[in-house]
């Protein structure tokens, strides 16, 4: 973790434009991240304006000659290339992945197929809509499921099944389509919730001390996510060493079959069994007080403070001007 503690000066980052708010069911969410950000980086001197996609127009930010960008939004128009591709057509470096690896991460159905590809585990899983044959699914993938929005975060729209009846499933369903007209539906699989952030850039990518996830009924939904006390981390998680590598091994795999970089956080869910299956990839993860990869980055001697100039160092262009 050394390599990691070199000094970055704030006059060296420019003129820094923070992104927060937005338009997605995650705003409240974005406009958390966003204070946790703001508020580091002008203690560090760092000289920086929010932006609002949500109140203000995309003439602002042409007209106001940043250096760099810091997205802390969240979910649609966000997190899903649109705001990326906004910044590379105004030549303005961003924080985290490219246009193509945030509309891909996002896509969870996508994002597995590239994964199962690469021989990384996840779940069991397909796409549905409002007229798709329940029976169907419930025989391909068994009657413990959960159903989620294919381009959603934050567990938002999300259902847990157990032992579940077609009205349950179709239930589920119809509830993730008031926010996305492509719903996931995968094998439910059971054990302990584990979550693992990715800093860094190909070769020099690192992976963070792994979090496990020990939520109430082991439901970590919206609500125990941002705005109650109710769920315990564990940082490090209770792992044996070589379980601890392989997990992070295959973590960084997955970050990199993404074509990932600057930083992200993968979740994941660890059978009794000690097998292991990847469900996710977030390209912009929270940095609020209840958020994960600060935590994981305070196991690892780095501090919020600390954090955010590092991400914000590794602000790229997929094309750089010349």
Same mark, same amino acid.
């Given at each position: 973790m050394q390599e990691d503690k070199k000094e970055i000066k704030p006059e060296s980052l420019g003129k820094v434009v923070l992104l927060l708010g937005g338009m997605s069911s995650e705003r409240e969410v974005s406009l958390m991240s966003g204070k946790g950000v703001y508020d580091a980086l002008v203690e560090a001197g760092v000289d920086v304006t929010r932006f609002? +996609?949500?109140e203000q127009s995309i003439s602002e930010l042409e007209k106001g000659g940043y250096d760099r960008a810091f997205i802390a939004l969240h979910g649609r128009y966000g997190e899903d290339g649109t705001i990326q591709g906004v910044l590379e057509y105004l030549g303005i +470096?961003?924080?985290? +992945?490219?246009?193509?690896? =945030?509309?891909? &991460?996002? *896509?969870?159905?996508?994002t597995k197929q590239i994964w199962r590809e690469r021989q990384i585990p996840s779940p069991k899983g397909m796409l549905v809509s409002a007229d798709s044959d329940l029976n169907f699914v419930m025989q391909e993938l068994g009657r413990d499921l959960v159903v989620k929005p294919a381009r959603e975060g934050s567990s938002i729209g999300l259902t847990k099944l157990q032992d579940a009846t077609?009205? *349950?499933?179709?239930?589920a369903i119809e509830k993730a389509l008031v926010l996305d007209q492509h719903v996931m539906v995968e094998e439910r699989i059971f054990g302990r919730e584990l979550t693992v952030a990715v800093l860094g850039s190909g070769q020099d990518a690192q992976v963070l001390p792994i979090i496990e996830i020990i939520a109430p009924n082991g439901d970590y939904d919206y609500q125990n996510k941002y705005f109650t006390n109710d769920v315990r981390y564990e940082c490090p998680a209770k792992l044996s *060493? *070589?379980? @601890?590598?392989d997990?992070?091994?295959?973590?960084? =795999?997955?970050?990199?079959?993404?074509? &990932? @970089?600057?930083? =992200?956080?993968?979740d994941l869910i660890l059978s009794e069994d000690g097998s292991f299956s990847l469900l996710e990839m977030n390209t912009s993860p929270g940095m609020t007080a209840h958020s994960l990869v600060p935590l994981a980055a305070k196991n690892a001697s780095i501090s919020y403070q600390e954090l955010v100039l590092k991400i914000l160092s590794e602000a790229r262009l997929d094309f750089p001007r010349h």
């Open positions: 609002d +996609p949500k +470096p961003y924080t985290g +992945p490219g246009v193509k690896t =945030s509309a891909v &991460a996002i *896509d969870k159905n996508l077609v009205e *349950d499933l179709h239930a *060493d *070589d379980l @601890r590598e997990i992070s091994r295959t973590c960084l =795999s997955a970050y990199r079959a993404l074509g &990932a @970089r600057g930083w =992200s956080r993968i």
